[in-house]
């Protein structure tokens, strides 16, 4: 089973202000801007990308880990709020 | 509920030469080695230590995420698997 | 100073496909595929990502860090080879 | 040629305290805690350890890129600080 992403919008709007940021490492490159501009510009999108990471494998694990309509509360709840503790502390 | 973690054993024998790397960064700072060698003893006992925290983060998703007395089968074994290898793709 | 990026056109066309992943990552999402896509879409996106900073940040040690004009040679190969495997570690 | 890392002290004092986060990890495998429980002391051990290997990598770029006896004011103060900016952002 395929299931789509909730939030889809949100998503969306943060996958284009990526875009936009690579997009800015593009241009700094052709116009032979420094390379400390370039690594700013690209730990900017690292961090950007990393939250974006973040929010799509928490849907993921909120939603479908479990079938909520056939399993409906057998996510337990602290236990996902620890892993995702665990997670966004990688997501740096 | 507090989960016991599963693979007790072979957790602490991963735990204890973790240690043992630990360790052998004291000795090389104490024996005044060149920081060529204690970094690499760093990223060595840093990749054990991901190891490490992949196995009790994927145990506590197989285990913990869903009570398998009260909920069998609920956790979806694709979906817990996609998961699996996005984590072990930020445990490197 | 400010110093002029080496292999401009090598890092433009990285940078070109970088774009391109994010770009895939929109369309995914557009047509509300599954978040496993999705996922994998970002984490392929973010390894090239990384080693493309990985390429800038060698770049600005051998190039920046001592101008090589001014102090020829000053910079020691082996440590430079030491520092480079470290980072190459964190950037995967 | 070999170079000695500076401020060994504190350096030790560093990893000694880590070598104790990673000994309470035994132990709250050891009394059977919670995977919870034994995740966040990694996660801390993690933290240690990247802020130890920050230190080092710190050290060998100021004192050992750069022999300072042979080549005097030969690396640039500002380009080692913006690359000192972007590893402090990998080691989180």
Redesign the interface.
């Known amino acids: 089973?395929?299931?789509?992403?909730h939030g889809?919008q949100k998503?969306?709007a943060r996958?284009?202000r990526?875009?936009g940021q690579?997009?800015a490492?593009?241009r700094a490159?052709?116009a032979?801007?420094?390379?400390?501009?370039?690594?700013?510009l690209?730990?900017a999108?690292?961090?950007a990308?990393?939250g974006?990471?973040g929010e799509?494998?928490e849907?993921?694990?909120r939603h479908?880990?479990?079938?909520p309509e056939?399993?409906p509360?057998?996510?337990?709840e602290?236990?996902?709020e620890?892993?995702l503790?665990?997670?966004r502390?990688?997501?740096?």
Do not use: F, W
Not at 64 to 67: Q, S
Not at 73 to 76: I, K, N
């Open positions: 089973m395929t299931h789509t992403i889809k998503l969306l996958t284009r990526l875009r690579i997009e490492v593009e490159l052709e032979e801007e420094g390379c400390d501009k370039v690594m700013h690209l730990a999108a690292r961090g990308l990393a974006l990471m799509v494998v849907d993921h694990i479908h880990l479990v079938d056939r399993h509360g057998a996510l337990d602290n236990a996902t620890e892993l503790d665990v997670i502390s990688y997501l740096k």
